[in-house]
């Protein structure tokens, strides 16, 4: 057989320490197979809000506030008719007449109009200011117009204010519109431009940093070898960080190394808020991001959590210039990978750009399932929403192959919880959607 | 009273006839106020899916493939390790026997080695391939490693295949992994990359043209007069459209004015897939576009359906150079605008790029709700999950402002269907949220 030289697993394990803790305290601390909740609370913990900037509307989209937007006039700005029809006075109606001579056209973007004879009426075009004196708007279908008068036909219900948005119904100037830490999605957009605000102050974007390590990955244009397979961590996250509008990022594939591993290390930890490391985090000899992100100064929280899949889940902090950054370092299966970026990158980013969690999703195990070992479970699953406004969802057969083939039916994983075994069908759990 | 000269309603509605029918019969045709389903069948039998092109995978997200993908070869392509340990065979186990002396360690992205003597093991890496003659891992957790020799920990459970995930388990050279009208998200991008395709032949990109119309409207930059309000629908529709990956829009604000409208009309016909016009369309005085769009050659199909917000709905298509185009006139209320491009518009896009419909979501009505006309009820309302995996919508307060305010805090909205008027508590209705 082929031969290499063999060492102790002991030297794969380098203590990566708290600085400010001695070796064995720091070790009780980090070192700890720690639960979800808690990865998820130390994470939280870190996190702190990445400054604003001002931009256009224009550029605007999915970002989020960072300012307080109100009203600068009220909404509607006049009272403004609804239908194409005619404006009158309602009491000429509750007087018995239903035949107006029309003195005038009022169009959408012209000046008010005034309607000096309460016996006449003034054509309206639907979103035109209503006529001074006006205070009803008949539908141009409930009409007969001859000779420039117009008819209400008979039977047509009216009363005092009918087809009338009134002035300052939507809300009135200086009311609060949006608050800080609103996504800015289209409906808000549109609110920002009916106000006029062309600028926007909003959070930056976080820059992300995206390493892939692995001997083993080759490009995808290559024809691997048989011991080699394609890279796709890198272009799966990226995907998913893009298709959450999480767009600033760059991509660096690491060989097996401990100097190439530190050396792109140093060079990125300025230019980053965020640094997503995918494999080389395990127990393996050659896993030498442990140590490099201590080389780098990486001050770490904690590097395994109670979960399947995505055991090895290390995650850090750094300061440089006054600017705390974060590093996730995540299992290189790919399903691991993917599925802790969903657990906990994405999250943290949300919460690093402002935002408040997004509102949680529940499922329905569609079938029974049980699970042994005493961690959480990320379950993939296929969602079904049925018509009574059920969501359901049906585990993929358990494998442990960690391939995307895999899960491509799925659209997202449930959350089985640590301390139960047996999950009963119908009962409902924390569902999380695959971004796309 | 200001005085604009009155004018006949009846010369507000231009006859635009389908050019093979006598005038009379077209009309009860395409004039006729029909219904949702109605509205919703004819667009589909309408619409022809677009070509395809090739574009690299760094390009794909989001597109829609339009060729089969194979597995190029087995996946995983070898007997891989799904731990860190050490790599022997089982059979030695059987005989009793637990401590192995390391003959070789086997790393990720090198090559198969072999464990000729069965009594001792080859320490491996996650995602190592395994050597021959060997068939179970063993945990590095679950060894004390001394002088060159792995002894397995008592109690350690293991059979043969532990720690294996065995070549060709995921899938076999040649079966289909993706299949044509399927959506590149992440995971596909990635099933995508691990079989080397770099170039991928997907649906081309709509090409959508954003049309809004009214002389009411002024920039966003602008300081309004009294009786103006600033453009959103464009920026409102553009954002959504750009959230749902359909970003290959140009926009166009057109005065109420018969000759701009026709003009730029006819400029743009050629270089769009789609033509979403918002406003102009209703019955008043200034609403040019029926008639421009006639004299450009677009077919109208209907224009008229039985829904709120957004009776009038204007739907047609034209075919220039063999390639089928389709013209959308939305209303110029901008809820009746948003909440038509989501019922109708996007649906037709994902279409057009040969995209399945999505699996349709409903939700439990959270209040009792009443609404007599007999025509299809589109009402926003704010959703809430509940731990049971239950989907709640509670509706807004009605009101006809049509203003984004008044829809600011809700998620999407619910279908209230044509022939019923009172809808009760708990009962579920399809669920459409707005694109974020």
New interface residues.
């Given amino acids: 057989?082929?031969?290499?030289?063999?060492?102790?697993?002991?030297k794969?394990f380098p203590q990566t320490n708290h600085p400010d803790l001695p070796p064995s305290a720091a070790s009780l601390i980090n070192n700890r197979v720690i639960t979800v909740e808690e990865a998820e609370q130390l994470i939280a913990d870190s996190l702190e809000t990445l400054p604003s900037e001002t931009v256009s509307?224009?550029d605007a989209?999915?970002r989020v506030l960072r300012e307080t937007l109100r009203?600068d006039r009220n909404?509607?700005?006049?009272n403004r008719s609804?239908f194409?029809g005619i404006a009158l006075s309602y009491a000429a109606i509750e007087q018995g007449r239903s035949a107006f001579p029309?003195?005038?056209?009022a169009?959408?973007?012209?000046?008010?109009?005034?309607?000096?004879?309460s016996n006449a009426c003034?054509?309206i075009?639907?979103?035109?200011?209503l006529?001074d004196q006006a205070d009803c708007v008949v539908k141009?279908?409930d009409?007969d117009?001859?000779d420039?008068t117009a008819r209400i036909r008979e039977g047509t219900p009216l009363d005092r204010g009918h087809g009338v948005?009134p002035e300052a119904?939507?809300?009135q100037a200086g009311q609060v519109?949006?608050e800080p830490g609103c996504?800015l999605?289209?409906?808000?957009?549109?609110?920002a431009?009916?106000?006029?605000?062309?600028e926007l102050l909003v959070s930056q974007i976080p820059r992300i940093s995206i390493f892939t390590t692995?001997?083993?990955?080759v490009p995808?244009?290559?024809?691997?070898?048989?011991?080699?397979?394609?890279?796709?961590?890198d272009?799966?996250?990226d995907?998913?960080l893009?298709?959450t509008g999480y767009v600033q990022t760059r991509r660096f594939h690491i060989l097996?190394d401990l100097k190439e591993t530190e050396s792109v290390i140093a060079s990125i930890l300025e230019q980053s808020d965020i640094i997503i490391l995918a494999g080389g985090i395990?127990?393996?000899?050659?896993?030498f991001l442990p140590e490099a992100l201590e080389t780098a100064g990486v001050s770490k929280s904690f590097q395994w959590v109670a979960q399947r899949p995505g055991k090895p889940l290390w995650f850090g902090d750094y300061t440089i210039n006054d600017r705390k950054s974060y590093v996730f370092a995540l299992p290189?299966?790919?399903v691991s990978c993917?599925t802790c970026l969903h657990r906990y990158v994405l999250p943290a980013l949300d919460q690093l750009c402002g935002l408040p969690a997004r509102?949680?999703?529940?499922?329905?195990l569609k079938s029974e399932f049980q699970f042994k070992p005493p961690i959480t479970l990320f379950l993939p699953v296929l969602?079904?929403?049925?018509?009574?406004?059920?969501?359901?969802a049906e585990p993929l057969p358990f494998?442990?192959?960690?391939?995307?083939?895999?899960?491509?039916r799925t659209q997202g994983f449930i959350e089985l919880p640590q301390n139960e075994t047996q999950f009963v069908s119908g009962s409902?759990h924390r569902?999380r959607p695959?971004?796309?």
């Fill in positions: 057989m082929k031969h290499a030289s063999p060492q102790p697993f002991e794969a509307i224009e989209l999915g009203a909404a509607p700005p006049f609804t194409d029309i003195t005038g056209t169009f959408a973007g012209s000046p008010r109009l005034s309607l000096d004879d003034v054509e075009m639907t979103g035109a200011p006529p141009v279908e009409l117009i001859v420039g948005h119904s939507d809300c519109l949006l996504q999605t289209a409906k808000e957009l549109s609110i431009a009916s106000i006029g605000k062309a692995g001997d083993e990955l995808i244009a290559a024809q691997p070898l048989p011991h080699q397979i394609r890279r796709s961590n272009l799966a996250l995907s998913a893009a298709s097996d395990s127990k393996g000899k050659r896993d290189g299966n790919p993917f509102a949680p999703q529940y499922a329905k969602i079904e929403y049925d018509a009574n406004g059920q969501t359901w494998n442990t192959s960690g391939d995307y083939i895999s899960v491509a409902a569902f695959w971004q796309t």
